[in-house]
């Protein structure tokens, strides 16, 4: 089976579409590590998406936020008001779906999907400290995650954890194979909000029967999904942060 693998779309609907015109026929489903809303302008589009189309999905902590699952009072200040937007936006239905998706890890084909990690939804898994704490508890051999926005990941092999490389600034992805005697934790990166100092949307397209996955990164219409922040009234540094990745 071939999956399309997205994570942290924060409502950017543009980033959302670019990645799917990209894989387009690439995938025969597709999952989501959490964060279909908050910061973005889109919160409607991004979950009657994600309704038709996304086979699994696990609830980020933006999700939460938006539908009452969450104290936002430890948000930061734009986060916080991006979330009340949210909140006032969406439909009941949407609402909805949000409330009832699941919490990680949640088990799709031989891999799991978690937000944070697989210890806590709302952990953030940057250093190869955390995950090697992390993956202490994991119960597959690939878990895919979000959260930290940051594409990559780390591999534990013959006792110790390395990182996963993500593509570099110069390369638009990456081919990552896999070691049968190894545990891995993949992020595939944000789709709409990406903090690693890449302004691309990010996705993964992984092969599970073929054992290995790629990294991808892809320009799109930043432009149109800054100005629609904007024009919501939402901070204008959510529609800023879009165009350095951080």
Not at 26 to 53: F, H, K, M
Not at 98 to 117: E, N, Q, T, W, Y
């Amino acid at each position: 089976m071939r999956y399309l693998i997205v994570s942290d779309i924060h409502a950017n609907w543009e980033a959302l579409q670019a990645v799917l015109d990209a894989a387009g026929g690439q995938y025969d489903r597709i999952v989501c590590c959490g964060d279909l809303v908050g910061y973005g302008a889109d919160p409607n589009a991004v979950v009657e998406w994600a309704r038709a189309n996304v086979a699994t999905v696990v609830r980020g902590n933006h999700d939460r936020a938006a539908v009452g699952l969450e104290a936002i009072d430890w948000f930061n200040p734009m986060a916080r008001k991006a979330a009340q937007w949210t909140t006032a936006q969406l439909t009941p239905e949407n609402a909805a779906y949000i409330r009832a998706m699941p919490k990680g890890p949640v088990p799709c084909d031989g891999f799991h999907l978690v937000h944070g990690s697989p210890v806590d939804e709302d952990e953030y898994v940057v250093e190869s400290s955390e995950a090697s704490e992390a993956l202490r508890y994991v119960t597959a051999a690939l878990t895919f995650f979000g959260h930290t926005h940051m594409q990559g990941g780390f591999v534990w092999r013959r006792g110790r954890v390395e990182p996963v490389r993500r593509p570099t600034r110069s390369d638009d992805r990456r081919l990552v194979e896999f070691d049968q005697d190894a545990a891995y934790l993949v992020n595939p990166g944000s789709v709409g909000q990406p903090r690693d100092g890449d302004p691309r949307a990010a996705f993964v397209l992984f092969d599970s029967s073929g054992g290995f996955f790629w990294f991808h990164r892809l320009e799109y219409d930043r432009k149109q999904a800054q100005e629609k922040i904007r024009r919501a009234g939402l901070p204008p540094a959510l529609a800023d942060r879009l165009a350095v990745g951080r």
